[in-house]
């Protein structure tokens, strides 16, 4: 029998920085019926990533472990029992958990058949490998749990984020208005450009005085939270009545508040949210695929890649990933 392929893979042996990140040989891993191989063309990074090698991200490392939720590439081998795909098709990776494992960082992955979609025509490999993840944690929050529809405001927090930039997008295709926030004015163009109605720099503009200018008392029906912390009282305190606040990050380092009067007082939703809740229920899932790729192939969702990276510059892109610079997606090309 001849020795299994190396192929070209990221791990890290210790949570820390960029510098943990190594680029390992590994074997092909085996193909089971149901599992589909694919070469990597593009990475998608995402401050999950980052999160997940430090050690602060809801999924923990086993080392040494891999990282990475999503790429885009070519088929090249199909298990037996997979019928909707063929060899040479263009596809994306979609997000599932079991990043120590199932890591996309490498040259060539083995990804269950559920986790496998076709690549639109009209999309890039980049494109490709920054859609997923985005689209996925904005679409259950937005479409399944807030139910937003025509008219309603929507509030979206770290907006310049590849999730802020995909949820502008979502809420105008479903006929919102999309009220987002930066924390200066430097991405404030950028993100009216990107399609949000009205832009909130947070270090330099009061966000509760804002948000009633822009929308009045008691008008903001949905929050869409990657932030928490202590402006998750001024949130409530502009949300209508039973309104939906739903924290799907921390990137504030402050203790996040319960706001339990104003909750009272209006009836509101407040909850956690991880895009999780969608892969694990079947029929969530194929509603998201469905809703994701139509946007995706009609335009009505369209990735906005920041920066390029190679493949051996990884260490560098996750150092990138950490300055908070980028508007829109970190991807990594491999040769």
């Known amino acids: 029998m001849s020795p299994r392929k190396l192929i070209r893979t990221v791990r890290f042996h210790e949570l820390g920085g960029p510098e943990v990140l190594t680029i390992d040989s590994l074997a092909s891993p085996s193909l089971q019926a149901t599992d589909v191989r694919i070469a990597v063309k593009v990475v998608g990074l995402n401050r999950a990533d980052a999160m997940f090698r430090r050690g602060s991200y809801i999924e923990k490392a086993d080392f040494p472990s891999r990282i990475g939720y999503e790429a885009s590439g070519i088929v090249i081998e199909v298990g037996e029992e997979v019928n909707h795909l063929r060899l040479g098709d263009e596809v994306c990776i979609v997000p599932q958990m079991g990043l120590s494992q199932n890591g996309c960082y490498a040259e060539e992955i083995v990804v269950p058949s559920e986790y496998v979609a076709p690549k639109p025509a009209g999309l890039t490999f980049a494109e490709g490998a920054a859609a997923w993840m985005q689209y996925l944690t904005v679409y259950g929050a937005v479409v399944e749990i807030a139910n937003v529809q025509k008219g309603d405001a929507v509030l979206i927090t770290a907006a310049s984020s590849s999730v802020g930039l995909a949820a ?45 200018s822009i929308l009045g008392a008691n008008n903001l029906k949905v929050a869409f939270d990657a932030v928490g912390g202590p402006q998750i009282a001024e949130i409530a305190e502009a949300m209508s009545p039973e309104g939906t606040i739903i924290v799907h990050g921390a990137l504030s380092p402050e203790i996040t508040p319960f706001p339990l009067k104003l909750a009272l007082r209006k009836s509101l939703t407040v909850r956690g949210y991880v895009f999780t809740e969608v892969i694990k229920d ?16 009609e335009g009505t969702l369209k990735p906005v890649i920041d920066r390029s990276f190679k493949f051996e510059e990884i260490v560098a892109a996750h150092h990138y990933l950490e300055s908070n610079q980028q508007i829109g997606k970190i991807v990594v090309v491999l040769d």
């Not at 990107?194 to 948000?211: F, R």
């Not at 079947?282 to 192939?297: P, V």
């Open 168 to 212: 502008i997008q979502i809420v105008n295709s479903l006929g919102g208005i999309p009220i987002a926030t930066t924390q200066t004015r430097a991405k404030k163009a950028a993100v009216l450009t990107a399609g949000a109605a009205h832009v909130i720099a947070t270090q330099e503009e009061p966000l509760l005085d804002s948000l009633r």
């Open 282 to 297: 079947i029929e969530r899932f194929r509603r998201a695929k469905q809703f994701i790729h139509s946007g995706l192939s």
